[in-house]
T-cell receptor, first 115, second 115 residues
Framework: NAGVTQTPKFRVLKTGQSMTLLCAQD?????MYWYRQDPGMGLRLIHY???????AKGEVPDGYNVSRLKKQNFLLGLESAAPSQTSVYFC??????????????FGPGTRLTVT | AQSVTQPDIHITVSEGASLELRCNYS??????LFWYVQSPGQGLQLLLK??????LVQGIKGFEAEFKRSQSSFNLRKPSVHWSDAAEYFC?????????????FGTGTRLTIIP
């Protein structure tokens, strides 16, 4: 199993450009998440999905959109990139249920720079 | 709403010394508790988790953590650190009822090991 994979690993955008980050998981997980990580701020939840075709806003959703058309994929879009979106983006997934299934599995991250 | 506090932004210890990283949470009930580790340039890896039962939990890489309900704490410990333990450590809280699809992360503690 590859676990959680993210594409691309690095990207540089100019202000106003758009892009899509792809997250894929092969663990048949119901829940998927997008976080951003900034120095001194830990991980902040952008959007998440509790199943195919569903999405919900997290803590910092402004400027981002997401889609979950297939269970294994979760896309994060930036329609008009801003320098404030320079960050490292992590995708995570977890299974359905309670207790030990609460563990989230993380991808390796995408480092995005907006100039 | 639940919250997580990691009071130490940066800790430096000598190789072979003991380690304790602090984590305090705010939540009306006993939450699910996690410690994750992030090596430079990598994603997050689960070290250990607490759901119920024995309040001292063992994790990977020789780490353990103790849940203390009276202090709302879940501190991470290791009796003797190795240079490879240099990383950033995140404590996370998961709810046990409504809203339990999400985790709340602390801001992290960066661990430096000196020879």
């Amino acid at each position: 199993n590859a676990g959680v994979t993210q594409t691309p690993k690095f990207r540089v955008l100019k202000t106003g450009q758009s892009m899509t980050l792809l997250c894929a998981q092969d663990m048949n997980h119901e829940y998927m998440y997008w976080y951003r990580q900034d120095p001194g701020m830990g991980l902040r939840l952008i959007h998440y999905s509790v199943g195919e075709g569903t999405t919900a806003k997290g803590e910092v959703p402004d400027g981002y959109n997401v889609s979950r058309l297939k269970k294994q994929n979760f896309l994060l879009g930036l329609e008009s990139a801003a320098p404030s979106q320079t960050s490292v983006y992590f995708c995570a997934s977890r299974g359905l249920g309670t207790g030990h299934s609460y563990e989230q599995y993380f991808g390796p991250g995408t480092r995005l720079t907006v100039t | 709403a639940q919250s997580v506090t990691q009071p130490d932004i940066h800790i430096t210890v000598s190789e072979g010394a003991s380690l304790e990283l602090r984590c305090n949470y705010s939540y009306g009930a006993t939450p699910y508790l996690f410690w994750y580790v992030q090596s430079p340039g990598q994603g997050l890896q689960l070290l250990l988790k607490y759901f119920s039962g024995d309040t001292l939990v063992q994790g990977i890489k020789g780490f353990e953590a103790e849940f203390k309900r009276s202090q709302s704490s879940f501190n991470l410990r290791k009796p003797s650190v190795h240079w490879s333990d240099a990383a950033e450590y995140f404590c996370a809280v998961g709810l046990t009822n409504f809203g339990n699809e999400k985790l709340t992360f602390g801001t992290g503690t960066r661990l430096t090991i000196i020879p």
